[in-house]
């Protein structure tokens, strides 16, 4: 018992316990809060509606906008609806085809309404839109039910018998055309590869920064502020170059239908995200020591939601779309995905990872230039060394 009782009060058991306390309450309460967002905030997704119908496709369109749950635009043509697509700044078309309204009049010929869905977003994006393609055919399909259907072809100064004819074909008339450009490799793995990859280099990065920077304040006094600081860089971008391939090697292992040009890409945008994610730690690993795990750890589940690999940037809760702004693993996970499954943006998202990784070293610059240097004895240097 009295062993017991003094291990309780040894320093670092107690810091185990508060560790283990403190995991469970910044990994529920960040994670509980973010993911709240699904299925709550789902009507941030964006939808675009392009209409190349003169009759009836007017109405269609309406209709289709006023049951949308989504946000809803009306882009002026098909091809700038896809750049859109491309750019996920919308995640769904549906594209109403200039024929509509003379296919809808024409007995046995079915109705073709197009969607367009970029499979390069998060999994419950795309899947999602999946799902509405279908319900906005079954739903619309419904709407015209016979009656209804049998007013509009009257309206259309239509023989009263052929409306009859046409309308009983209504329930069936109606097709989803569905276009999935950038598709993803069959597989979860594949889908959150992206994320996967961003957040085993971020992670090894914490562990790194907090280590490197211990070493770092136990040694500058032997070898000096400033040579220690630029060597320490030096092996920074060692480690960030060399590091992050282990980790797409795996994955290529485990995957087909990447190739080289690819894998490159990959490699240079995650040494590019290492070096900025143990800039980033570096700054509370150098003004908290030991201590910075406790807003490090934070940060890096803050970072896991703000990433855009499961909610859009749309979707997030306000404090993470801001945070997503100034995040390393955001703008590494959006590259990814345009680098492995196609997607625009890429430059725009690059230069957002640079801009963010050059500021978190200036930070870095600034606290370990303010931080004061102690003369040791010689023996303590001989010691440090």
Not at 74 to 99: F, G, Q, W
Not at 108 to 113: I, N, S
Not at 211 to 227: F, L, T
Request: hydrophobic fraction near 50%.
């Amino acid at each position: 018992m009295k062993t017991f009782l003094k291990l309780l009060k040894n320093p670092g058991i107690i810091g185990g316990i508060v560790m283990a306390v403190f995991y469970q309450i910044i990994f529920i309460t960040i994670f509980m809060y973010g993911y709240s967002a699904i299925p709550k905030n789902m009507d941030e997704l964006k939808v675009a509606i392009v209409n190349d119908d003169a009759n009836y496709g007017k109405e269609m369109a309406k209709q289709i906008k006023e049951q949308m749950p989504f946000q809803t635009s009306t882009p002026k043509s098909l091809e700038n609806a896809k750049e859109k697509l491309e750019n996920r700044d919308v995640h769904l078309i549906i594209h109403i085809p200039k024929d509509f309204s003379e296919k809808l009049t024409k007995q046995g010929e079915k109705v073709k309404l197009d969607y367009f869905i970029n499979d390069s977003n998060p999994a419950m994006v795309s899947s999602t839109m999946k799902q509405v393609t279908s319900e906005i055919s079954t739903t619309m399909n419904q709407q015209f039910a016979t009656q209804t259907a049998q007013g509009i072809f009257t309206s259309m100064k239509m023989p009263e018998e052929q409306a009859k004819q046409l309308a009983a074909e209504i329930p069936t008339k109606l097709d989803a055309n569905v276009v999935t450009t950038n598709k993803v490799p069959a597989g979860m793995h594949n889908q959150m590869a992206p994320f996967f990859i961003t957040m085993v280099s971020f992670v090894g990065a914490m562990i790194f920064s907090m280590i490197v920077m211990g070493v770092v304040s136990a040694v500058k006094h032997a070898y000096g502020k400033w040579q220690t600081f630029w060597s320490v860089q030096a092996i920074i971008v060692l480690v960030s170059i060399i590091a992050p391939i282990i980790g797409i090697a795996i994955y290529y292992a485990m995957t087909d239908g990447l190739g080289g040009e690819i894998f490159v890409k990959m490699w240079l945008t995650h040494a590019l995200e290492m070096f900025g994610a143990i800039e980033f730690m570096s700054i509370f690993s150098l003004l908290l020591g030991q201590k910075s795990i406790f807003v490090n750890l934070p940060f890096m589940l803050i970072q896991t939601i703000s990433s855009g690999a499961v909610l859009t940037q749309g979707m997030m809760p306000g404090f993470f779309k801001f945070f997503s702004y100034i995040s390393i693993m955001f703008y590494t996970v959006q590259v990814d995905l345009s680098v492995m499954f196609g997607g625009g943006k890429i430059a725009e998202h690059l230069i957002g990872l640079a801009i963010t990784t050059a500021v978190c070293f200036l930070i870095v610059l600034v606290i370990y230039t303010l931080q004061p240097t102690k003369e040791l004895s010689k023996s303590s240097i001989n010691h440090a060394a």
